[in-house]
Nanobody, 124 residues
Framework: QVRLVESGGGSVQTGGSLRLSCAAS????????LAWFRQAPGKEREGVAA??????YYADSVKGRFTISQDNANLTVYLQMNSLKPQDTAMYYC???????????????????WGQGTQVTVSS
């Protein structure tokens, strides 16, 4: 089973930046759906950003501020987070789906592989 490990979370003030990384233990990301999700206490898990064969997808709340990218050689997917707001505070999870399916790229139910999460806290 492929394992995903997130890193790069932390605490930052409003307007600051963080870069999250998600590394896979094996395999390739070349043909995977890759995504970042977040979940705040008491709230549902929501899709933040996804990438598939170069196409990217973003939640409306992060468009223009977050950028998802991948490094296939290093089996890593990134989430560059700029202009952070307190509303971005959550546990962030990366996820991967190795199969093409005609499903919403930001729907959590499609994803088969999940990391353990990394905390992002944004102070006002």
């Amino acid at each position: 089973q492929v394992r995903l490990v997130e890193s790069g979370g932390g605490s930052v003030q409003t307007g600051g930046s963080l870069r999250l990384s998600c590394a896979a233990s094996e395999g390739t990301y070349g043909s995977y759906y890759l995504a970042w999700f977040r979940q705040a206490p008491g709230k549902e898990r929501e899709g933040v950003a996804a990438i598939y064969t170069g196409s990217t997808y973003y939640a409306d709340s992060v468009k223009g501020r977050f950028t998802i990218s991948q490094d296939n050689a290093n089996l890593t997917v990134y989430l560059q987070m700029n202009s952070l707001k307190p509303q971005d505070t959550a546990m962030y999870y990366c996820a991967a789906d190795p199969f093409y399916r005609d499903l919403d790229a930001l729907a959590p139910d499609r994803y088969l592989l999940w990391g353990q999460g990394t905390q992002v806290t944004v102070s006002s």
